[in-house]
């Protein structure tokens, strides 16, 4: 199995500014995403990191409020840009091992935009 | 359209009784379905896996069942105790692209 961390585990943050949340495997995992989850609600797909290329994002994201690195197999970022209070919410990294086709999930950033 | 349905309210059940959670999807072929568990301020974490092909898929005190054709999944616990008491979500995998497809979980509040 894999270990994820994210980093910061929460933050409060002023309106207009930005703020980069980091995700640390363990161990090598073929595939990266990111997540956002509001309390109580599913999980909302933002994009496939992809190794050192650009990020594929879903219906509703860009690239340029949510830009993506991932310059490794093992570690990724997600950037929160110009933020507003509608970007309140819990923010997810995973990683998948095709291998056993099973995705880990790190314990989450939660944001709060004043 | 699509959808993912679990039952929004949450379940009640007493300790050591069986505890069903439903997981209905519709329009959707999905490869294989997924069932994590959630705990209040964590990531979810996995639990199961069933393919297309398989019926009933069993770990230790957890089964689930998978009907292609009623297009639905149940996942059961037996034996329940409050530790399992959490937000438990079904995830849809459907090709190789490896995006999962989630329900919004349904809480499970196991009773001494």
């Known amino acids: 199995s894999a270990v994820i961390s994210q980093k910061p585990s929460r933050d409060i943050c002023q309106r207009g500014t930005s703020l980069t949340i980091q995700c640390q495997v363990d161990?090598?995992?073929?595939?990266m995403f990111w997540y956002r989850q509001q309390p109580g609600q599913s999980l909302t797909l933002i994009a496939t990191?992809?190794?050192?290329?650009?990020?594929?994002?879903e219906s509703g994201f860009v690239i340029d409020k949510f830009p993506i690195s991932r310059p490794n197999l093992t570690f990724s970022t997600l950037t929160v840009s110009n933020m507003s209070p509608e970007d309140s919410s819990i923010y997810l990294c995973?990683?998948?091992?095709?291998?056993?086709?099973?995705?880990?999930f790190g314990p989450g950033t939660r944001l709060t935009v004043l | 359209s699509q959808k993912i349905e679990q039952n929004s309210e949450a379940l009640n059940i007493q300790e050591g009784k069986t505890a069903t959670l439903t997981c209905n999807y519709t329009n959707y072929s999905p490869a294989y379905l997924q069932w994590y568990r959630q705990d209040p301020g964590r990531g979810p974490v996995f639990l199961l896996l069933i393919r297309e092909n398989e019926k009933e898929k069993r770990k230790e005190r957890l089964k689930v069942t998978f009907d292609t054709t009623l297009k639905q999944s149940l996942f059961h616990i037996t034996a329940s105790q409050p530790a399992d008491s959490a937000t438990y979500l079904c995830?849809?995998?459907?090709?190789?692209?490896?995006?999962?497809?989630w329900g919004a979980g349904t809480k499970l509040i196991i009773k001494p």
């Open positions: 990191a992809n190794q050192g290329s650009e990020a594929t994002y």
């Open positions: 995830a849809l995998v459907m090709d190789s692209n490896y995006q999962l497809i």
């Open positions: 161990s090598q995992v073929t595939m």
């Open positions: 995973s990683g998948a091992d095709r291998s056993t086709d099973t995705q880990y």
